[in-house]
């Protein structure tokens, strides 16, 4: 069984910038692919930016050079720093982890959501 527990969402302002954290805990033999998700009022949920085991990186056109996904794998975290905010930017961020499981099996987990707020 995996947590993920993510923070730093928030309500700021059009241009502002937050930095969002997803932190893994529980048994499992290795964490691979990490990655962020959103999912706006009305919309479907897309991939933000993911980050591979070998730190190889992807990110959604909407966010290219404004965001920045990054982990820490002593401590199990993803982050989302998150730069020149946009009000289109608001939405639910969720966090997506892949891991290898203790009886070497992969299995996929969700954080339950941080909402982010960009004021214009």
């Known amino acids: 069984q995996v947590r993920l527990v993510e923070s730093g969402g928030g309500l700021v302002q059009a241009g502002g910038s937050l930095r969002l954290s997803c932190a893994a805990s529980?048994?499992?033999?290795?964490?691979?692919?990490m990655g962020w998700y959103r999912q706006a009022p009305g919309k479907q949920r897309e991939l933000v930016a993911g980050?591979?085991?070998?730190?190889?990186?992807n990110y959604a056109d909407s966010v290219k050079g404004r965001f920045t996904i990054s982990r820490d794998n002593a401590k199990n975290t993803v982050y989302l720093q998150m730069n020149s905010l946009k009000p289109e930017d608001t939405a639910v961020y969720c966090c997506?982890?892949?891991?290898?499981?203790?009886?070497?099996?992969?299995?996929?987990?969700w954080g339950k959501g941080t909402l982010v707020t960009v004021s214009s």
């Open positions: 980050i591979a085991s070998g730190d190889s990186t």
């Open positions: 997506n982890v892949g891991v290898t499981t203790t009886d070497y099996s992969p299995a996929n987990y």
């Open positions: 529980g048994r499992f033999f290795s964490i691979n692919a």
